[in-house]
Each structure stands twice: as C-alpha cells, then as structure tokens.
C-alpha cells in the first residue's frame, strides 16, 4: 500500500507528505480489511488507477478519504457488472429453472428469517433487513402497525442520524449542503424501515412478548 500511495502521487504530479501518510497508513489498511476484504489487492490496484484517471470523477487531494471513494466506486462497478452476468444466466437457463416455491414455502422462509432476526437483536447483533423483507412480512401479517405519527418519529431520528454521519464523512472540500444532499430519498425510507423492526424488537423485549407466540 505504501508503494501504491507513492506511485500514485507521482502519477497525480502530487508531492507525497510522507508524515500524512505514516499517520493513516495503519488506519487505511485495517479498514480495507474489515470493509473489503473480498478485493485482491490487484483489484485495489485497479480502483486506484481508475481514480487517479478520474473515472470516478473529479477528486481533491490524496488522503483516506479519497482512496476509500475509489474502492467504493470500484466496488460498486464490480457488483454492478456481477448483477448483469446473473441476469444473463438467468435468461439462458430459464428452460431449466426449478419449480417456483409455493406461498406457504415461502411464509415459512420469512417466518423462520425473522424469528431468527429477532433471536440475534436479543444477543445484541446487528440487525440486517436487505431490501426491508422482513419488516414487509411483519407488517404483511399485522405485527407490525405503527401509527403514522410513530413512523414520523423514527423517520425523523434516521434522517438526524444520517445528515450527522454525513457531515462527519464529508471529504473537507466538500460544503455540508453538498454532502447532505448525497442522501437519497430511497436510503432514508429504507433505513427507518430497518429503524422500525429494531424499535419493534425493542418493545417485545420491554413488554416480555415472544415473536413466536405472535407468529403463531
């Protein structure tokens, strides 16, 4: 990593502030373990020879932050053209796809994902809801029946949450306006949903209440 922060000064005709980069270095590669660690460091080659060329636009300056939106951006891409390769084998394989699960298979699927959901909030881990199926479910079954106000309450408290950790990630040329607005409509609406199954774990805990006996 050391070799490729300096080869990519030289590339961007940046003098490299060796004290900047023995300060972060350690910090830099410890995050791209824990955050990427899928990525050879062949491919993280890649993402910062994209970047230096500016195919994830424009950048200021060569620090942490710069390099983490390269990886990102590369990361993306690569799930991006991943997604395009399963939906063409999909197509090819249509004739042999297998027998489509039945409505009550697939009760059982979200009934089983979500009791174990709430198992792991009870052992303190953290609680993930990819594409909020298994809120969709609670509230599909009626378990789930916030009133509006309610939901307003948790929608406003993700939104503080997200413009905070925004603003704490914003590169420093960057205005706060600027890095509040980098907050899609989507995420927002997606998050309170996941906001919402975790205030929802929390009040079965208080009221002593068992998912299982309300599933059942």
């Known amino acids: 990593m050391l070799h490729l ?3 990519t000064h030289l590339n961007c005709g940046f003098k490299t502030d060796e004290n900047q980069v023995e300060q972060t270095i350690d910090e830099l590669c410890t995050d791209l373990l824990k955050y990427s660690s899928t990525l050879s460091f062949q491919e993280i080659e ?3 020879k994209n970047g230096w060329k500016k195919q994830y636009g424009d950048f200021f300056g060569l620090s942490n932050a710069t390099y983490f939106q390269w990886v990102n951006a590369y990361t993306w891409g690569e799930k991006r053209l ?3 390769k399963t939906l063409l084998k999909a197509k090819e394989s249509e004739k042999h796809e297998p027998p489509k699960k039945t409505e009550a298979e697939i009760d059982e699927i979200m009934r089983d994902a979500c009791l174990r959901s709430f198992e792991d ?3 303190k881990i953290l609680v993930v809801d990819a594409g909020n199926v298994k809120y969709n479910y609670l509230v599909k079954c009626g378990i789930i029946n916030f009133t509006k106000e309610r939901k307003q309450e948790i929608r406003t408290i993700v939104e503080s949450r997200m413009r905070t950790q925004a603003i704490e990630n914003r590169q420093k040329s960057e205005s706060i306006e600027k890095s509040i607005a980098k907050i899609l409509t989507e ?6 949903r ?5 205030v929802f774990y929390k009040d079965l805990i208080e009221t002593e209440t068992e998912l299982i006996d309300l599933l059942n």
Do not use: C, Y
Not at 187 to 192: L, Q, V
Not at 194 to 198: D, F, K, N, P, Q
């Open 187 to 192: 995420s927002i609406i997606s998050e309170s």
């Open 5 to 7: 922060i300096g080869q």
């Open 46 to 48: 890649l993402a910062f």
């Open 82 to 84: 991943k997604v395009k």
């Open 121 to 123: 909030f009870k052992k």
């Open 194 to 198: 996941r906001e919402a199954l975790i």
